[in-house]
Each structure stands twice: as C-alpha cells, then as structure tokens.
C-alpha cells in the first residue's frame, strides 16, 4: 500500500511538473506582447522594451524556464503586469475566499446529490425519481451564469455582490470572513458573511449536486439489485438499515470517485460563479487577468489551480484506498 | 496559517476589526477596479475616477462647464511670448498627511511628470508624458510661486494642467512609499485614501481640511462589478448608490422606473469609421465617399445606440469650441454611393470591392454595441455592393493592429483628454501621429494643408484665431473624407432617489464633493 501511495504522491508531482512547463511556454506563446496591454495606445518602443526587461520577460525561453522551479520554490510567481503587485500575494489574498465558497459549495452538493440519488434509486419509476432526475438534468444543463442571475431575481432580499456589506469589510483582520466572525463570536457579521455566501454557494453546488445525484442513482440501483440485499430484506433488515448500512457503502466508490472529481471542477466552476456574484475569489482575480492581458497572473493563477486539481485526485486516490479493502489487497 | 491563527487570536481577545465606517458613505457600482492611483502611472478611466477625488490640480474645470477654474493656483499669468506661465498658489492648502502645500510640492510633481529618470518615479510607465513634452523646466520662485517655462508656445497648455496626469501629490508621501506611494496617494482633494482590497472595493473618506471645505458625504466606497445586469439588481436593492457604465438598453429600461434617476449629459466623444487610406480601394476617395453616403447614421444612432447619439459630421463633438458641425453633411443616399462606385469602377478599380472590417470585443463609451454597428455597417455596404468580412479582436489587440494599419475599415473612436480640438484633429489626423507603435491617426490620412494648419493652431494663443483655424482644417477633412464620423454619444448615469447634488460633467470626471445621501 505504501509503494502505492508513493508511487501516486510521485506521479502526481510529475503531472504538476508537466503543467507548470505547458502553462509556461503556452502563456509565452501567446500573440502579442504583455507590456504592449499595460502601455495601452500610449506604447513607445523603448518604454516597452525597458518594461518586458524588468520584468525579465525578454529573456530566451528557454533561460527563463531553468529560472522557475527556483521562483516556485522562493513563492515568486512574478508580478503582475496590470496592478504592479506581487501575483503570489493577491493569490493568497484571494483564495481564502475561493475556498470557503468552495467547501460551502461541496457542504451543500455532496449531501444533497446523495440523498436526491438515493431517493431515486429506491422509488425508482416514481415521482420522486422523476422529480430528483428533472433536477439533474436541469442541474446540468443550465449554465452557472445563468443560473446565478436568476437566483438573484428569485431571492430578491439577498445579496447580490461580495462576501459581506462594504460597509463592513474593515472589521476583518483575515481573509476567511465567515470562519472569523464565527470564532471571534461577532453572530451579526458571520450571520451577514453567510447571508452574501448562500446563493454563490447554491450556483456553484448545482452541477455537482446533479452529477453526484445521478451516480448515485446508478450505483445504488446496481447494489440495491444484488442478492446480499435481497437476503438482507427477507431477514427483515429495516428500509433505514439496508440503505445506509448495506447499501450505501457498497455503492460509495464510484460515488467518491465523482464527488473527488467534482471537487477539481469546483475550481473551474468557481470562475463563472465569483464573476457573476462578484465574488473576490481567485477566479474573478483570472478572469479579470485574462481580460487585462496581465500574463504574470494567468500563469500563476493557472499553476495554483493545477496543483489544487492534481492534490484533490491524490486524496481521492487515498480515500479510495480507505473505502475499498480490493484496493489496498491489490495494491 | 500562523498568522491567521494568530490574528483570530488576537481579534478574539480584541473583540474587533478596524474601526466601523461612518453611516452616510456612497457605494459607487462600475464594472471594474483602478490599477495605479499615482496620476503620472495610469490611463485607466477607472483609476481616474478615484484620483480625481483624491488629487486636485493648480487649475481644474467649473463645476458644470468645461471653462478653466482656479484650483490649487489661486491665479496664474503667461509672458508676452507664451513661453512662461507663472501660477500662484493658495495659502492654507494641506494634504492628506498634513504636508503644507507648497512651490516645491508642485514642483516635485510636475517634474516627475517631465524630467526622465527622475529619483521619485518607481515604474517607467508615464502614459501621458507626451502630453506635457513641451514643458522644458519647472522652478520655484517663492514657496507660494511656481513658474513653468515652455520650449515653444503652446495655446492648450493651461487646459493640460487640468488634467489628472498634473495632479499635486505630497513630496513626503511620495518619499514615504516610495515605490509603493500607488497603493497610498496622498493628495489635497476632498476625499483622503483609506484603504484598497483589489478586485473587492476601494475606499476613501471625507477630508476634514479640505481647502473648499469638507465633502457632504462622510466617504465613498468604489465597488467593481463586472456583471452590468448585477449592477442593475445592486441599484434597484439599494446595495449601490450610483451604477456606473450601463449598456444603453439597461439605462431605457431604468429610466422608466421611478426608484432612480437616469442623468444624461452630452459627451465629449466621438466614435467614427476608420478608413486605412494607404490601401487599395480606399485610397481613392470616391470609395470613401460612396461608403460615408452608404451609413444610415439616424437609423443607426436607433439600433446600436438607443437614441442617445447625436450624428456626427466631424470629429470634434459640438459641445466643444471649435466644432464645425455646420458642415453641409453627406446625408444617407445609397443612389449616390453606387453612382461613386460606378465611376471609380469605370476608371479601373477592381469590382466587386471586398473589404475586412475590424471590430473590438468589448464596448467603448463611444461605441457601445461594437457588434451590432459591425453588421449595422456591413449590412448598409452590402445594399450598395461592398462586400465586408467583419474581424473581430479583442480591444487592445484592435487598436494594436489598426494603428499598425493592419485594417482596411475599424471601428474606433475618441473619448477627449482635454476640452481642446487638438486633441482630436492632432491626435487622430496629423499626419505626425501615422507610426506603428501608438499613433493614433489610423486612417494613414496624409495632408500636408491640414498638418499646417493644425500646427498653426498649436501655437496660435488666441483661441478665436485658433477656431478658425480648425474650422479650415475640418473643411479641409471632410471634403478629402479620411473617415466616416459615425456619432457623438451622451453620457448617462443611474442612480438612486437618495443621492441628490452629483452633476455629470462633460468631461467624463466624477467628481463627488457636492454629492448628499438621503440615508
């Protein structure tokens, strides 16, 4: 098991080694020139070139790719061209939001998908079936932007914007508003905090509360059909019991498996959700990069997300581990 | 996660954050962040709008026409020959950080604005610093006496030091911070810096001190919002005050509502049809003509713009002195167009003509639906027989490629630096600015008649003689058609039933001092 596990942290770790390179030379790449977007029409050559050596962007490739895993390791990820800020500091800044949108996102999608894939698979051909696979279906196909703006017009008395009040910002000393005012025991500000994080949250939750809730579905069909249970039910085992002692467990792998990989779209999906709720994540922090040709945070940015996505899939490979016995045996 | 342990820690023992915002603060919605509040460092029009509040100039404009005000000169006086301006300044005048305003404090931000590699400038990126070339020096005469002497005479230079590039900001500040001093301006405006959470909201307060004495509301908090639809919501929620930016259909539809006040000014813009006169078939001017009389500007003006346009002749707006918009137009006549298209096919130009039209992403203030005045265009050309493939590229990409002259038709426009036609018919026609890297003439217009008269003009300090002088050029421009000036748009504001005292000016400044909150 333990070779397993290090062959996987080894294997993870050449896959963030392999983006960190793609993302390096794909941004250098890219048409254009990213002092050209911060001079705007004003651009003289000699301002341009000055700026691109500054920045050590005029360097061969090549020098400047042996440069990096010394940056990376240093934190230096550059700066960024637009704001003229350090692009590792803004990333720390913005991630605490990222996340705790994110995980208030899976807090919401995970339970939700279970149970709605549950009541399904057990009242299959029923209106609770329909009505949970009416939900997937819609869950999916209906795009976060959209989503989120009708959210806004159905709950009219909720926040559109930002992680609480502007008026109140200035009563923060970190950068995880919700988890802060909970543990300094300030109720109005953590009652505020959550108010502004419900609907992104529910925006984001969507997709994934669907999918989950479909394999879910599926998986329990496949168990629920297996003939342990079925001597389970004549031995007079409760509704209760079979599903969540019997079933549920047995059905949890590919459940996992989704879930985990859900939790990596959180990240992509968190782009959209924060630009429409105006969300100070690290996914508004791109995008508004992007638009502003500011490569310095489209390369960071764009590491720091391969990395959360390559860590997520190692830790799902590890619960694996742990909900699966066939798995450790074979490994 | 140290130090966010140790900052719950800390603030678990404190029981609070910083101190509480006063009540009657404004929440100013727009669709995106500033970059730098140093004046010298930035072009962007959302940082401007900051910094205005924030900075004061030695002369700035009155509070609803675009005439030059005293500001922090209390007066100012030119030499015979125009070469050297001496400006007075007013007494009492502190900054933020309580440094006196004086001679040296204007000197030290003038000559960061002129003098290269100067100690005090951190980043080389001076956007505006051809815009103040002609200053040669900058001396102090006595601590409240500054005289700025001119290579040559130069009749805008007045309404240049209006602008937000010559803002007054504080010596001790700038030294403070140094390269730094972007993320903490300290000027002598109405409102002081309190704090910046990037991409999040911005946040200045009222200035006790302030010269022309303090602001009526006790702050102002800018919050970017991308989504204009979510501006919307934030508005009619009374989560913002004023929304800025709006897409015109928006503003229709908010106008019928009576929960908020739709302003609307006339602008000082001009967006036009660029017509690349270097290539073929448009360096023969009846092709140019035919497309001018192929563009329905009225049914236009309808389409992209919801009404609130006015038809352009020329390129500088009627709001602004020296506009000849009395110009006999070339009024919508398809019967003309292909008639123009005959003769110049029937002296050897190619037929059927096909040309690529460039068009930017996102939306300018004078070109609000960019899309939609693409096939607007295409489809008036396509009645007339010109064939156009519309080439789409994002914004600095666009204007990147067209002022290489990569184009043969653009879309583009003009949102004026200063009230002054120079900065429209100089910046945008002389044959100067024809280079690769930032002129702004992207027509490749060449005439030696206009580059004289607009020279002429340059130096001409008398502003009667300087009018007719533009006229003459933009007689001159209009009969050789370089391009198709398409509209002059209004600037439109939403904002709340509480917020009363905001003005729209024309230039485009928003300046919040005299805003009141019924809250």
Redesign the interface.
């Known amino acids: 098991m333990w070779s397993f596990l290090l062959v996987r942290i080894l294997q993870s770790l050449a896959t963030v080694a392999v983006a960190v390179v793609l993302i390096f030379i794909s941004i250098r790449l890219l048409p254009g020139n990213p002092a050209l977007a911060r001079f705007g029409q004003h651009s003289v050559p000699a301002r341009v070139t000055a700026e691109m050596a500054q920045q050590g962007w005029d360097r061969p490739i090549l020098a400047q790719l042996i440069d990096l895993p010394g940056e990376l390791l240093r934190g230096d990820l550059g700066v960024s061209f637009f704001h003229g800020d350090q692009v590792a500091a803004r990333l720390t800044e913005t991630i605490p939001a990222t996340l705790e949108l994110s995980i208030t996102a899976i807090l919401l999608a995970v339970p939700l998908g279970i149970c709605a894939g549950v009541a399904s698979a057990l009242w299959r051909g029923s209106w609770p079936d329909y009505a949970a696979m009416t939900f997937a279906l819609l869950g999916v196909s209906v795009p976060v932007f959209f989503l989120g703006i009708c959210l806004m017009t159905i709950f009219t008395n909720m926040p559109t914007s930002g992680r609480v009040a502007p008026t109140m910002i200035s009563q923060f000393h970190t950068d995880f508003f919700l988890c802060e005012a909970i543990l300094t025991g300030r109720f109005a500000l953590a009652l505020d905090a959550l108010r502004h994080l419900l609907l992104p949250a529910v925006a984001l939750a969507t997709i994934p509360a669907a999918v989950i809730s479909r394999i879910t579905r599926s998986s329990m069909l496949e168990v629920l059909s297996s003939d342990y249970l079925r001597t389970a039910k004549a031995k007079g085992a409760t509704l209760g019991r079979i599903v969540w002692r019997h079933a549920l467990p047995n059905a949890s792998v590919p459940i996992v498996n989704i879930a985990g990989f859900q939790v990596g779209m959180l990240l992509s999906g968190a782009v959209l959700t924060e630009t429409v709720f105006n969300w100070p994540g690290m996914g508004r922090y791109l995008v508004t990069a992007v638009r502003e040709q500011d490569y310095a945070v489209v390369q960071g940015g764009a590491l720091v997300i391969a990395a959360m996505f390559v860590t997520a899939n190692l830790l799902l490979d590890i619960a694996y581990l742990w909900l699966d016995p066939r798995i450790r045996t074979q490994s | 996660m140290r130090s ?1 342990l140790f ?2 820690i ?3 023992f404190l ?7 006063p ?1 009657n ?1 404004l ?1 100013y919605g727009r669709g ?2 500033a ?2 509040l140093d004046p010298i460092h930035t ?1 962007i029009g959302e940082s401007v709008t900051v910094m205005c509040n924030i900075y004061d100039t030695l002369v700035t404009y009155d509070e609803e026409t675009l005439d030059l005000v005293p500001s922090l000169a209390e007066s100012w006086s030119t030499s015979d020959d125009g070469l050297e301006w001496t400006f007075h300044l007013r007494k009492g005048v502190t900054f933020h950080d309580g440094t006196p305003l004086d001679a040296d404090a204007v000197l030290f931000s003038l000559e960061r604005l002129t003098v290269p590699m100067h100690p005090f400038v951190f ?3 001076i ?4 815009s103040f070339e002609a200053i040669e020096s900058v001396s102090a005469v006595d601590p409240l006496t500054v005289k700025v002497r001119l290579k040559r005479p130069t009749a805008a230079f007045l309404t240049t030091m209006a602008m937000f590039p010559a803002s007054i900001v504080s010596p001790t500040a700038v030294k403070k911070y140094e390269g730094e001093f ?2 903490h301006p300290v000027g002598t405006g109405p409102f002081q810096f309190d ?1 910046w ?5 911005l ?1 200045l307060l009222a200035f006790d001190d302030h010269w022309r004495g303090r602001p009526e509301i006790d702050g102002v ?1 800018f ?5 204009s ?2 501006r919307v ?2 508005l009619l ?1 009374g ?1 913002i005050d004023i929304a800025d930016n709006l897409p015109p259909a928006e503003i229709d539809s908010l106008s019928k509502n009576p929960e908020v006040i739709v302003q609307e000014k006339e602008g000082m813009n001009t967006g036009y049809l660029t017509m690349n006169n270097d290539k073929a078939p448009l360096d023969d001017q009846r092709i140019r003509e035919a497309i001018w009389y192929a563009i329905d500007r009225d049914q236009l003006i309808k389409s992209a713009y919801s009404g609130h346009a006015t038809k352009a002749v020329t390129l500088v707006p009627p709001t602004l002195w020296g506009s000849h918009s009395d110009l006999t137009d070339r009024d919508y006549d398809p019967a003309k167009a292909k008639q123009l298209l005959a003769a110049a096919a029937a002296d050897g130009v190619p037929m059927p003509i096909r040309l690529q039209l460039f068009v930017m992403t ?1 939306p300018r203030p004078y070109m609000q639906q960019p899309r939609q005045t693409a096939i607007f265009i295409k489809d008036s050309l396509a009645k007339v027989g010109i064939e156009t493939e519309i080439v789409t590229n ?1 914004n ?2 666009h ?2 490629r067209m ?1 290489r002259g990569e184009h043969q038709l653009g879309l583009a426009g003009w949102t004026a630096d200063m009230p002054d036609p120079d900065n429209f018919l100089y910046t945008l026609l002389d044959l100067d600015n024809i280079n690769d ?2 002129g ?1 003439n992207m027509s490749r217009y060449r005439s030696q008649k206009v580059h004289d008269l607009l020279a002429q003009a340059k130096v001409e300090m008398n502003q009667e003689k300087r009018a007719e002088l533009y006229r003459e050029a933009q007689e001159e421009i209009f009969a050789d058609a370089p391009l198709v000036p398409l509209v002059h748009t209004s600037v439109r504001n939403v904002q709340s039933k509480a917020v009363s005292g905001y003005l729209l000016h024309p230039s485009s400044l928003t300046r919040l001092r005299l805003t009141k909150l019924a809250k």
């Open positions: 966010l900052c719950l800390v603030s678990t029981g609070c954050g910083g101190p509480a915002l009540s603060i929440i995106d962040d970059d730098r072009d980043d080389q990126v956007p505006y610093v051809q972007w993320k704090s959470n990037v991409n999040q909201q946040t908090i919050l970017p919002v991308g989504e639809a979510v919501k934030q929620r989560e996102d994002q600095s990409q204007f990147r002022t890297v930032g702004n």
